[in-house]
């Protein structure tokens, strides 16, 4: 696919993977298409590249990202940071940093909005055994019945604000379980 390059570290070592330079190059033209900018933090954590970009509308940045080839590498991020959370993919899928910190109280929610499909089971997984705050899930607006992707507690009810009419939805995630084996 020309994502990833791989070379060996030395004669007989392990082979190490980098993302190649035109892998970024095309990452950066389909963000610029998509109205998203790059950002300067284009970090590594270990072996682990980064590809950053900062964008002003969460649904453009969750579209970009899902429209992005499968990652098929471990070692690949792709982050988008808007005012309405830190959005990503990565092998796992599509995956939000943190919920938002109004998104726990769902008590002033104008509706109840529906878990529609859950987004991956990774992210589902994890929140399941408490190691992440949340899921996606694909969820419907209780009001004008739009569909789209939003981080959820797990077996809780999470305040989620449907992108096309605004109103502030409650979505009880209970009847999505994880069962252990």
């Given at each position: 696919?020309?994502?990833?390059?791989?070379?060996?570290?030395?004669?007989?070592?392990?082979?190490l993977s980098h993302v190649t330079?035109?892998?970024?190059?095309a990452a950066r033209a389909r963000?610029?298409?998509?109205?998203?900018?790059?950002?300067?933090?284009?970090?590594?954590?270990?072996?682990?590249?980064?590809?950053?970009?900062?964008?002003?509308?969460?649904?453009?940045?969750?579209?970009?990202?899902?429209?992005?080839?499968?990652?098929?590498?471990?070692?690949?991020?792709?982050?988008?940071?808007?005012?309405?959370?830190?959005?990503?993919?990565?092998?796992?899928?599509?995956?939000?940093?943190?919920?938002?910190?109004?998104?726990?109280?769902?008590?002033?929610?104008?509706?109840?909005?529906?878990?529609?499909?859950?987004?991956?089971?990774?992210?589902?997984?994890?929140?399941?055994?408490?190691?992440?705050?949340?899921?996606i899930a694909e969820v419907a607006?209780?009001?004008?019945?739009?569909?789209?992707?939003?981080?959820?507690?797990?077996?809780?009810?999470?305040?989620?604000?449907?992108?096309?009419?605004?109103?502030?939805?409650?979505?009880?995630?209970?009847?999505?379980?994880?069962?252990?084996?």
């Open positions: 696919m020309g994502w990833l390059t791989r070379r060996r570290r030395s004669g007989n070592g392990p082979r330079r035109a892998a970024v190059r963000a610029a298409a998509a109205g998203l900018e790059p950002d300067d933090d284009h970090s590594r954590r270990g072996t682990e590249r980064h590809i950053v970009f900062r964008g002003g509308d969460a649904e453009l940045a969750k579209r970009y990202l899902l429209d992005l080839p499968p990652v098929e590498e471990r070692l690949l991020r792709y982050v988008v940071r808007t005012p309405d959370g830190t959005w990503g993919r990565d092998s796992g899928g599509l995956y939000l940093e943190a919920l938002r910190p109004w998104q726990r109280d769902a008590s002033a929610a104008d509706c109840t909005g529906t878990v529609v499909a859950v987004a991956g089971l990774r992210g589902l997984v994890l929140a399941s055994r408490g190691q992440g705050d949340n899921f607006c209780g009001r004008c019945e739009h569909e789209w992707y939003d981080g959820l507690r797990y077996q809780a009810v999470t305040a989620v604000r449907c992108p096309h009419c605004g109103a502030l939805n409650g979505v009880d995630s209970g009847c999505v379980n994880v069962n252990p084996f």
